[in-house]
């Protein structure tokens, strides 16, 4: 189980990953770019990114250059819908939340 929290009075826009009351991951907008970028800096592992259409549901989580998910709205027709696709072995409650996250600050 993780839980979200955004954190208000900070300069850049950012939300916490919590685990066990614990900070798992922050995830965070990038200032500097013209596509919209999003840093996710993970407790006790690989910091990640995510980039591409943030806000049209098209985009790409990654770690070191490799991709661990896939957002896309094109895979459904429903208008509020969009799915993720996790990499095998990558830890899916966190991308998941992370997902949430990004969704949340745009």
């Given at each position: 189980m993780a839980s979200i929290q955004e954190r208000k009075f900070s300069i850049?826009?950012?939300?916490a990953i919590e685990r066990g009351g614990e900070t798992a991951a922050t995830v965070h907008?990038?200032?500097?770019?013209?596509?919209?970028?999003?840093?996710?800096?993970?407790?006790?592992?690989h910091d990640m990114k995510a980039?591409?259409?943030?806000v049209d549901h098209e985009y790409q989580i990654e770690r070191d250059s490799h991709t661990v998910a896939t957002?896309?709205?094109?895979?459904?027709?429903?208008?509020?819908?969009?799915?993720v696709d996790i990499a095998q072995g990558e830890d899916?409650?966190?991308i998941l939340a992370i997902t949430v996250a990004i969704d949340s600050l745009t």
């Open positions: 850049r826009d950012k939300m907008k990038a200032l500097i770019g013209l596509r919209d970028r999003f840093a996710i800096d993970v407790k006790d592992g980039q591409g259409n943030i957002i896309s709205k094109k895979w459904f027709r429903v208008r509020e819908s969009y799915g899916v409650p966190l």
